[in-house]
């Protein structure tokens, strides 16, 4: 008999039953009624036009051609069931592919993964920090975490983190002639800008100098020729990790987003001088694709993923 035209159905039902010597134990295995099982052997016998039971009145014994046929269907379902359980195992054992950017990875994601780790069924992460975007839908990566305002075309997203904008600096910069006590001050120091895709030059210093009331030039360095930091002219960098780093090391004054230096405040290492806080226009949502969104893993990594955004 041709495989295209192998009787799948009866040959379960007709396993079951020779393995239980019973009819109704292989309908209870099979979650069937007894006369459903009974139809499909008789079925499976008349497309092979073989005998495969005798029935009496105390049950059902096996023909030759019966006794012969059930050790390899047995063997040939174990074979599968193997197969499968392996196969699902090595595919529950692969790294999560996880993409987004540098700056999220090393200042948020990458301390939190301990913790990841220690939940239950834990995979392993593959991280893929990027500027590009990565193509989620067409599963370079199982899931993201991205920088922007959704929605994105064919992903399914999830605010994470929102982000507040305050400046930042060295702890040496609120003393001086020329100390941070109000906004205005700025004026007299270097700005230091992480000039990021999808942004323009400066826009996060005029986003929170407009809440603050303040005309400063985004690119000051020192208005009045005696800058404390000397060197004239702002800053700028291309990732917002080097704009923090650089306002630690003194070279001036940094936007920073407070939800990812909270470390380097605890520290003392960074200060922010001014209370006002403005919400930035981005904020980072996880996103994976909408036919991927339902997988039991990725649903445990974004359970767990929103549990430490929500615990900032």
């Known amino acids: 008999m041709k495989r295209q035209n192998l009787p799948l159905s009866g040959l379960r039902a007709f396993e079951a039953a020779a393995r239980h010597k019973s009819f109704t134990a292989a309908a209870l295995e099979l979650h069937v009624t007894h006369g459903a099982v009974s139809q499909q052997i008789k079925r499976l016998e008349a497309q092979t036009g073989l005998e495969l039971f005798r ?3 105390r049950g059902v014994q096996l023909t030759e051609a019966g006794a012969a046929l059930l050790p390899i269907l047995s063997g040939s379902f174990d074979r599968i069931g193997e197969a499968l359980e392996t ?5 529950g054992s692969e790294a999560l592919k996880v993409t987004t950017t540098p700056f999220f990875a090393s200042r948020w994601l990458i301390p939190r ?12 992460v593959d991280l893929h920090p990027s500027l590009e975007m990565l193509d989620i839908a067409s599963g370079d990566c199982d899931i993201g975490v991205r920088c922007g ?23 040496a910069l609120l003393e001086g002639r020329h100390g941070l006590i109000r906004p205005s001050d700025l004026r007299h120091h270097k700005l230091i800008h992480a000039d990021i895709a999808g942004h323009a ?9 407009a809440a603050a009331g303040e005309d400063v030039p985004i690119d000051a360095g020192g208005l009045d020729g005696d800058l404390d930091g000397g060197l004239g002219g702002g800053l700028h960098f291309h990732e917002p990790a080097l704009a923090l780093q650089a ?6 004054i940094a936007m920073g987003y ?16 001014f209370d ?10 996880v996103v994976t694709s909408k036919r991927a969104a339902a997988a039991p893993e990725l649903r445990h990594f974004i359970a767990w993923i929103r549990d430490e955004g929500a615990s900032m």
């Open 276 to 285: 006002l806080k403005v919400r930035h226009p981005f904020s980072y949502y």
């Open 55 to 57: 029935r009496h009145n």
């Open 87 to 91: 196969l699902a195992q090595r595919s």
């Open 149 to 171: 305002v959704p929605p994105w075309p064919g992903l399914k997203s999830e605010l994470l983190v929102p982000i507040h904008l305050s400046p930042l600096c060295r702890p």
């Open 258 to 273: 407070l939800e990812f230096v909270q470390d380097e405040l605890a520290s003392g290492r960074l200060v922010q001088p």
């Open 247 to 252: 306002a630690a090391d003194g070279l001036g």
């Open 113 to 124: 993964l301990s913790s990841w780790r220690q939940t239950h069924g834990a995979r392993d």
């Open 201 to 209: 030059r400066g826009e996060e210093w005029d986003t929170w100098l």
